[in-house]
T-cell receptor, first 116, second 113 residues
Framework: AQTVTQSQPEMSVQEAETVTLSCTYD???????LFWYKQPPSRQMILVIR??????QNATENRFSVNFQKAAKSFSLKISDSQLGDAAMYFC?????????????FGTGTRLQVFP | NAGVTQTPKFQVLKTGQSMTLQCAQD?????MSWYRQDPGMGLRLIHY???????DQGEVPNGYNVSRSTTEDFPLRLLSAAPSQTSVYFC????????????FGPGTRLTVL
């Protein structure tokens, strides 16, 4: 069975600095997708970034980028120029398959605090 | 589009009561799912559906039932509420392809006394 592990329950960063959130996963599949979701205090889940396993290039969305290491099964999120609005819970998630839908599996989350 | 809607937003039940959490989406998504979120445990999948008439169990299905009679609706039924079911419940939907973003509802905070 696939699993997703986030080993950092809490992280903190100074405004304008860079922080990296860790995520590892376990799977025997070769075709899958990885996601980072953000959950601010409003409780709304927001997609931050996604990575296709078949792509070697790391995904980037503005200040958010990932370091995808397929052999190591590692998928970390880097937030550059951190802003107060980045404070939230961040969840790493895994989903198998391309055309066949499968369930989305989440890690336990990392709470990010941003200090001014 | 309203996206994914959930009702109610808050609910208090007594042990043994039953209730249904409603979830609807207007994006014609084939895939719908229910999660519960508990402190320190992330989001755990309860049940999911890949289309009308098709449902399957997730990680923590005990004590919950689902059905999918239409593409739009995916209600979650608590058969006999227990304090261990106190949680925040999220409904989500997406297109079938694995790369597709899951759209989440606003959540329901359920307390079982």
């Amino acid at each position: 069975a696939q699993t997703v592990t986030q080993s950092q329950p809490e992280m903190s960063v100074q405004e304008a600095e860079t922080v990296t959130l860790s995520c590892t996963y376990d799977t025997s599949e070769s075709d899958y997708y990885l996601f980072w979701y953000k959950q601010p205090p409003s409780r709304q889940m927001i997609l931050v970034i996604r990575q296709e396993a078949y792509k070697q290039q790391n995904a980037t969305e503005n200040r958010f980028s990932v370091n995808f290491q397929k052999a190591a099964k590692s998928f970390s999120l880097k937030i550059s120029d951190s802003q107060l609005g980045d404070a939230a819970m961040y969840f790493c998630a895994y989903r198998r398959g391309s055309y066949n839908t499968d369930k989305l599996i989440f890690g336990t989350g990392t709470r990010l605090q941003v200090f001014p | 589009n309203a996206g994914v809607t959930q009702t109610p937003k808050f609910q208090v039940l007594k042990t043994g009561q039953s209730m249904t959490l409603q979830c609807a989406q207007d994006m014609n998504h084939e895939y719908m799912s229910w999660y519960r979120q508990d402190p320190g445990m992330g989001l755990r999948l309860i049940h999911y559906s890949v289309g009308a008439g098709i449902t399957d169990q997730g990680e923590v299905p005990n004590g919950y039932n689902v059905s999918r009679s239409t593409t739009e609706d995916f209600p979650l039924r608590l058969l006999s509420a227990a304090p261990s079911q106190t949680s925040v419940y999220f409904c989500a939907s997406s297109y079938r392809q694995g790369r597709e973003e899951q759209f989440f509802g606003p959540g329901t905070r359920l307390t079982v006394l």
